[in-house]
């Protein structure tokens, strides 16, 4: 039935929620407000409400911000489950307890352990999302190549999953940390060297959006404001695309070392395969402007990154509901 079957990609930086029939009906900050009261989270308020929540004057004053998942992993469990819960009752307002049950395709990272499996599960039961189906990014990506052997690179803020998927599912693969926030890190430390300014890691998120590029010479700059160092007072600074360049290449000529070492364990029979149908680029940060022309001259291998990349892995499992033996198969 159209919208009891959900795809639920969590992230560090956004949680995308899917529906067959509907496309992606959520999408949302991973972040909850909440304050503790008699050993337990209480929530305030989820997704970009809790930031905006966060920034107001009527705030509970020992209300906190909190992602729960880091890294790829839940790290509050606890916290997960209340955005969870508040995240279905946004993208399904008119869900009962009548209801017919939900069948979820949960997104994991390739290197997601035993346990950490099983803790997403709990949380996902706890959440009412029961019995979910975990997949991989790049499983969830493969679905909309044409290709039968693809070297998959699903970077988003926090972790990259690089992987080699086949018609029978991972061929090899690994997940890192070389992602977006490494990129947004380094950001914060150049500001805070160049002009003793203090910006905090979102911060330095919009910064790298907004103006960062592969491209050399681009001649855009960006405004950000922050704390002086020196004296705490309110200050900002212009900073230009070309300042943000190496922070961006730094992390990117880390992921094309790690792509490399990837396509190394390919068996040589598939070698050719996987040249020809090139490196498939999703997640935020391929998003960053010239960041496929840029990987393609550092791999001598053509990266492509399809529309929306940040939407892909949401997208690709939502077309497994409809072709379940082609899922299990690569499960």
């Known amino acids: 039935m159209i919208g009891n079957e959900l795809v639920l990609d969590m992230g560090y930086a956004t949680t995308i929620i899917a529906a067959r029939g509907k496309g992606i009906i959520l999408k949302e900050p991973s972040v909850v407000a909440v304050v503790k009261q008699k050993g337990k989270l209480k929530l305030l308020s989820s997704g970009s409400e809790a930031r905006r929540y966060m920034r107001s004057r009527d705030k509970v004053p020992n209300a906190i ?31 009962n307890f009548l209801s017919p049950k939900l069948e979820v395709i949960a997104t994991i990272c390739c290197g997601t352990s035993v346990v950490e499996r099983k803790n997403y599960e709990n949380v996902l039961s706890a959440a009412h999302l029961k019995s979910p189906i975990l997949m991989e990014t790049p499983i969830a990506v493969s679905s909309l190549l044409s290709s039968d052997y693809n070297l ?38 150049y500001v805070a060297d160049n002009y003793r300014l203090g910006i905090s890691p979102s911060r330095a998120e919009e910064l790298r959006v907004k103006i960062g590029s592969f491209y050399d010479n681009q001649l855009i ?8 160092l020196v004296d705490n007072t309110p200050h900002q600074a212009e900073i ?67 529309k929306s990349p940040e939407d892909a892995v949401a997208l690709g499992a939502l077309r497994f509901f409809d072709d379940r033996d082609k899922m299990y198969k690569l499960l």
């Open 221 to 228: 700059s960006a405004e950000v404001a922050g704390r002086n």
């Open 65 to 95: 911000l909190v992602h729960p998942v880091k890294e790829g992993v839940i790290e509050n469990a606890e916290a997960a489950i209340l955005m969870l819960k508040d995240f279905i009752r946004k993208a399904l307002p008119k869900r």
């Open 240 to 306: 230009t695309a070309n300042e943000i360049f190496p922070m961006l290449s730094d992390v990117a000529l880390n992921l094309a070392d790690v792509i490399e070492s990837v396509s190394l364990m390919c068996p040589e029979k598939l070698v050719m395969d996987v040249y020809q149908a090139g490196v498939t680029l999703t997640g935020g940060f391929a998003n960053s402007y010239g960041i496929a022309e840029y990987l393609t001259e550092r791999l001598k291998m053509t990266v492509n990154v399809p």
């Open 152 to 189: 998959i690179v699903n970077c988003g803020s926090s972790i990259a999953d690089v992987a080699i998927v086949g018609p029978n599912g991972i061929v090899t693969g690994c997940s890192v940390t070389t992602a977006g926030n490494a990129a947004d890190s380094k950001i914060c430390s």
